[in-house]
T-cell receptor, first 116, second 113 residues
Framework: GAVVSQHPSWVICKSGTSVKIECRSL??????MFWYRQFPKQSLMLMAT?????????EQGVEKDKFLINHASLTLSTLTVTSAHPEDSSFYIC????????????FGPGTRLTVL | GDSVTQMEGPVTLSEEAFLTINCTYT??????LFWYVQYPGEGLQLLLK?????DKGSNKGFEATYRKETTSFHLEKGSVQVSDSAVYFC????????????FGGGTRVLVKP
C-alpha cells in the first residue's frame, strides 16, 4: 500500500534554532501534500497545503515566515520551523495526496517536536 | 466555517462489545465524510468514507452512514477486538476543497480482553 514517511520521528532543539522535517511519499507521486499540527488530546489542524513547484498555501493564522514549506519534487515536502520557541512544541503530521487514480490522502506517522 | 464534533474518549470496552462513536458535522453544501484510525505509533489510515447522503461506508467490520438530516456520521462495530484499540478521527472535506480535511478531536478506544 501507499506509504508516507516522516523524518525525524522526534526532535528536541533549543529555543531559537531551526528544525527541518521531511515528508516523503515512498511509492507514489504527490503533487500535493498537507502539513498538520496536533496538540495533545486535540484534533489535527491544517497548517498549509504544499504544492510541488509552487508556493505553499497557508491557512489563516499560520505564519508563513515561521513555517517554511518547500515541495521541490513529487515525493518530498519539507517543513522548516524557523527560530523555534517552546510554544512551537507539537506533533507535526504530513499527508500526501496520490496523483494516481486513488486521489486519496495518505498520512505520515508524525514528528514530535520539543523546543526547550 | 466547517467543523466536526465527535465524542470525547477514552472509551473502554471489553472484547466482543458493541462500539459506537458519535460524530456530527457542520458544513456548507454536501461534504464527503471520513473515518480515520490511528494505531499506536502509526500514521492515520483511512478506515471508511461516504461521499453522499445515505451512503454507508464499511471496512473491517466498521460501518458509518451519511445522515444529512441529522448531519451525522456515527461509527459502529458490532464486536470489537483488542486489535481495534486506537484513536479514531471523524473528518470531512468539502467537495471543492482539494481534499483539505477538517478533523474532529479524535476518540481513543481501548478494548480489554
Amino acid at each position: 500500500g501507499a506509504v508516507v514517511s516522516q523524518h525525524p520521528s522526534w526532535v528536541i532543539c533549543k529555543s531559537g534554532t531551526s528544525v527541518k522535517i521531511e515528508c516523503r511519499s515512498l511509492d507514489f507521486q504527490a503533487t500535493t501534500m498537507f502539513w498538520y499540527r496536533q496538540f495533545p488530546k486535540q484534533s489535527l489542524m491544517l497548517m498549509a497545503t504544499s504544492n510541488e513547484g509552487s508556493k505553499a498555501t497557508y491557512e489563516q493564522g499560520v505564519e508563513k515566515d515561521k513555517f517554511l514549506i518547500n515541495h521541490a519534487s513529487l515525493t518530498l515536502s519539507t517543513l522548516t520551523v524557523t527560530s523555534a520557541h517552546p510554544e512551537d512544541s507539537s506533533f507535526y503530521i504530513c499527508s500526501a495526496r496520490d496523483d494516481g487514480t486513488r486521489n486519496e490522502q495518505f498520512f505520515g506517522p508524525g514528528t514530535r517536536l520539543t523546543v526547550l | 466555517g466547517d467543523s466536526v464534533t465527535q465524542m470525547e474518549g477514552p472509551v473502554t470496552l471489553s472484547e466482543e462489545a458493541f462500539l459506537t462513536i458519535n460524530c456530527t458535522y457542520t458544513a456548507t453544501g454536501y461534504p464527503s465524510l471520513f473515518w480515520y484510525v490511528q494505531y499506536p505509533g502509526e500514521g492515520l489510515q483511512l478506515l471508511l468514507k461516504a461521499t453522499k447522503a445515505d451512503d454507508k461506508g464499511s471496512n473491517k467490520g466498521f460501518e458509518a452512514t451519511y445522515r444529512k438530516e441529522t448531519t451525522s456520521f456515527h461509527l459502529e462495530k458490532g464486536s470489537v477486538q483488542v486489535s481495534d484499540s486506537a484513536v479514531y478521527f471523524c473528518a470531512l472535506t468539502p467537495k471543492a476543497a482539494g481534499n483539505k480535511l477538517t478533523f474532529g478531536g479524535g476518540t481513543r478506544v481501548l478494548v480489554k480482553p
